[in-house]
Every structure is written in structure tokens, then in C-alpha cells.
């Protein structure tokens, strides 16, 4: 959307959330999770939901959601987000998602959904047989942004795609509805800087996935310290011995992952990391890997247990975090209900 916009005056808020699919991992948590810690500092509101909404677009076993949800929430806990400073929520718990992301699928344009290339990705070949909610997923996150007005949005590479949809949603309502208002602000990416993109064990070039088959494609946050050293001793690497310079590592995804992941935990650089271990072999540098995500995990899955083995705890946490979101949706929600024209709004 190429139209002038009048300038938006809210709050800065903050929004993010993952999918309650599976453990969560150290990617997870490099990638993200600490990323959100630090910006529960930055002065902003902040908004942490466990996308479960999402999670159904794709086949899902009712039974596990729950706990699933419940296990997410512990790793966000567990990572150092304070649900006395953060709202901490499912958004199935803020039916406000729901509402506002019908009137967003009556906004966005068909054009707009088909350019989206992780529905191509994720869809696959089979792509008449996906769901629809699939195909409108990213609508449902512009609107999972946009119920708070948030501002900002922590996001991977991966996701700046359906960023930039919601802001084109955002824009568009507000030409269309606004009064010549900023009913909703252009929301920005907050992009993390370079080197916390952690790939999979088992592949350099893939990033580390909580829907990998293969567990040992990733060290996941509840993981003792005998499975973290099993998984670093078997993931997978070439015969050559780590250079010593960060450019002779771009023909290299395995070795360049894990001495990425070294740097990332010990808070040094990629460089540096091969100041000090260029020229050895694999045999010498992934014991030493081993011993710091131990190091590293510990503290993390020890909390993370703790916080797994009192559901009502969570529950508790989720419904508290649940309160503030829906406070904060309501007058957003209301606002858009006038604004389109409903009955009695």
C-alpha cells in the first residue's frame, strides 16, 4: 500500500507469540525467547500469546493441545518472560483474535494471500486439500498484532512476508474506515541482529525445527545434559578442522552452525570463537560445544520442569495474562465494530 498515511500516536506495544507444537528448543530461545526477555526492558507493553488458534490449521490431536499450550507457556516462563510485566496468554483465550480477523478477511485481498510463499511451502503439492485456515493464516496474525495496536513485532526472515501483510491490512482499513484517522498503526519489525538464526544438527541449511522427525536435529530447552552432549557428539559436521577466518566458513553450514551456536552461548563472536579453536579438529571443538549448552540449558530446564510439573500454576499465569489481553482488546475490537458499520456497536 502506496497511500499517505496519517500518523498513529498510540502506546508502543509489543506482540509476538509461538505455536504450542512440540517442546520448544535452543533455537527457539536464541532466536526468540531471549530476545523477548530483553524487551520486556525496553519500556514498551508487552504481549506474549501461545498461538493455539494457529496451531489448528494444520492436523492437531485435541487430546495434547492443552498440555501443549501449557508447555509453551512454561518455556516462555522459564526463559526469563515475567508475566508481572508481560502478558502471558493463549489467544484462543481472546476471542477478540477471532473477530477482528473477519473483518481483516474482509480487508485483505485475495492477491495479497496468494503471494504468501510459507503457504506454499507448508502446503506443499497437495495445496486443494489444505485447510482454508492455512490459506488466511496470515490474516489471523495481522489481526493477532492489530487487537493491540501493537507497534512492534519481533520477527524472523522467515515471517517478514506476513508482516508486511499486515501492514498492507492495517493501511488498507484505515483508508477504507478510518475517517482520516490512524485507526491502526503501520506496524514495524524488530529484527534481531545476525547470528541467532540456529540451524538444525542435522542439517546446516535448515533451520532448527520443533517438526523435525528426527530429535537430534535440535537441543530442546527440557533436554538433560546427557542428551545435549549425545546430540552435539553425533551432529553432523565435514572432515576438514575449523578455519580461521568467519568467510572460509560460508561453504560450510554444519561447521558455520555450530561454531554459531558456540559464539551465541558463550556471548562472543563467530570470530572469536575461531580465534580460539581454528585449526583444530571436531574431536577437540564438540566437547567443548558440549560443555557450555549444558552449562548454557541448565538453569533454563531446571526451571522449566518446575514450572511443568504445576499445571494449575500455568493455568493460573495463562488466565491472569488472558485478563489483561482482553482489557486491551476490548476497546480496539469495539472501535472496529463501529467503524465497519455493525449493529447496535
Request: proline share 6%; aromatic share 8%.
Amino acid at each position: 500500500m502506496t497511500d499517505a498515511q496519517p500518523v498513529y500516536t498510540g502506546p508502543e506495544r509489543i506482540l509476538s507469540g509461538m505455536q504450542p507444537t512440540g517442546g520448544l528448543h535452543l533455537g527457539n530461545y536464541l532466536g526468540a525467547l531471549k530476545w523477548w526477555v530483553e524487551l520486556q526492558n525496553s519500556g514498551a507493553e508487552c504481549f506474549y500469546c501461545v498461538v493455539d488458534m494457529h496451531a489448528i490449521t494444520v492436523a492437531v490431536d485435541p487430546a495434547t493441545l492443552p498440555d501443549n499450550t501449557r508447555r509453551a507457556a512454561a518455556a516462555y516462563l522459564a526463559a526469563g518472560v515475567d508475566p508481572e510485566r508481560s502478558a502471558v496468554f493463549a489467544q484462543s483465550a481472546v476471542t477478540a483474535h477471532a473477530e477482528l480477523a473477519w473483518i481483516f478477511q474482509c480487508v485483505a485481498r485475495l492477491g495479497w494471500l496468494e503471494r504468501m510463499t510459507q503457504f506454499k511451502d507448508k502446503a506443499g503439492k497437495d495445496a486443494e486439500r489444505a485447510s482454508v485456515g492455512l490459506f488466511t493464516y496470515p490474516v489471523l496474525q495481522a489481526a493477532d498484532i492489530l487487537i493491540y495496536k501493537a507497534t512492534h513485532v519481533p520477527v524472523g526472515e522467515d515471517q517478514k512476508q506476513h508482516l508486511e501483510l499486515s501492514r498492507d491490512v492495517a493501511a488498507r482499513f484505515n483508508r477504507d474506515f478510518g475517517r482520516g484517522e490512524a485507526v491502526f498503526p503501520l506496524p514495524e519489525p524488530v529484527i534481531q541482529s545476525a547470528g541467532a538464526r540456529i540451524m538444525s544438527l542435522k542439517d546446516g541449511t535448515a533451520k532448527m525445527s520443533k517438526s523435525d522427525p528426527s530429535d537430534n536435529a535440535r537441543i530442546n530447552l527440557d533436554d538433560d545434559a546427557d542428551a545435549i552432549a549425545r546430540k552435539i557428539r553425533k551432529a553432523r559436521t565435514d572432515p576438514e578442522p575449523l578455519p580461521g577466518s568467519v568467510e572460509e566458513l560460508e561453504t560450510r553450514p554444519e561447521a558455520k552452525n555450530l561454531v554459531a551456536i558456540y559464539a551465541a552461548l558463550t556471548g562472543t563472536s563467530a570470530q572469536a570463537v575461531l580465534d580460539e579453536f581454528g585449526g583444530e579438529g571436531f574431536g577437540v571443538f564438540k566437547p567443548k560445544l558440549a560443555d557450555a549448552a549444558v552449562e548454557f540449558v541448565a538453569p533454563i530446564s531446571e526451571e522449566y520442569a518446575r514450572l511443568k510439573a504445576d499445571p494449575a500454576e500455568l493455568d493460573r499465569i495463562l488466565e491472569a495474562g488472558a485478563d489483561r489481553a482482553r482489557e486491551a482488546a476490548a476497546p480496539v475490537i469495539a472501535e472496529a465494530r463501529r467503524l465497519v458499520g455493525y449493529w447496535n456497536a
